[in-house]
């Protein structure tokens, strides 16, 4: 959902008098808009523009402005007196997405973690346990301010936000003397922004199609007992 918002440029203005301060979204075709104009003191003295923008806060990406500045005594359009400017608007999610990695190394495992060590999700619901996580392997939560207290050997960071969903098909089978036992599907519901564990012991369906926050799709298995396949099936239906 689009907000407004403002962004301000601050120049050194050596002419007195009105300058005119163009903007666009950078790479967007089309010319500039220049309809704000401020009166500057000049005499190499700060002044500042400031120019309303919708956003949408909830984005997972920067937006980069760019534009100049010209004295309006030189032809809008000239090349005269141009003072570039660029300026970035950085959302702040929401829902943002954290990575929670296990740091061990290859044939080693973290876990568990209960329900109340992971907290809560963005809309208030339980999340589940985790039973462990292999050295190396990484889920995913939506997240709002408070971290969850996770046991160590874990560690949790910033991957970008919730907003963003893909359709993804998960294909499983046994391999000779296999079993399902402690294989499991994480991953973020498009929806809900919910953290989802779904055991393949359970399962009676494959493939598996579900539509997730992109990237955020994990299996918890061992490739001694079990195949996977995931395959990225673009945006979803």
Known sequence: MLIPATLTVNFIANYTG??????????????????????????????????????????????????????????????????????????????????????????????????QELGLNCNGTVRPAVDFISGGGTFFLCNTTVLPVLPPDYSIVLDGCCYECNNYEISYGLLPGGD?????????????RELIRVDLINLVVNPLNICAVTGSVYVEYDPVKVSIAIADLGVCP
Request: aromatic fraction near 10%; charged fraction near 10%.
């Open 18 to 115: 009105q300058h005119r301060v163009c903007w666009r979204i950078q790479g967007m075709p089309g010319p500039f808009i220049c309809t704000n104009i401020v009166d500057c003191v000049g005499g190499g003295n700060v002044c500042s523009a400031v120019i309303n923008i919708m956003v949408d806060p909830d984005s997972c990406d920067t937006v980069i402005y760019e534009g100049y500045i010209q004295a309006t005594c030189n032809p809008e359009g000239s090349g005269t007196g141009q003072i570039p400017w660029i300026e970035s608007y950085v959302p702040n999610p929401s829902c943002a997405k954290y990575a929670v990695q296990c740091t061990l190394g290859p044939g080693q495992s973290c876990g568990p973690i209960t329900s």
């Open 180 to 192: 399902f036992i402690g294989a499991s599907v994480y991953y973020l519901d498009c929806t809900t």
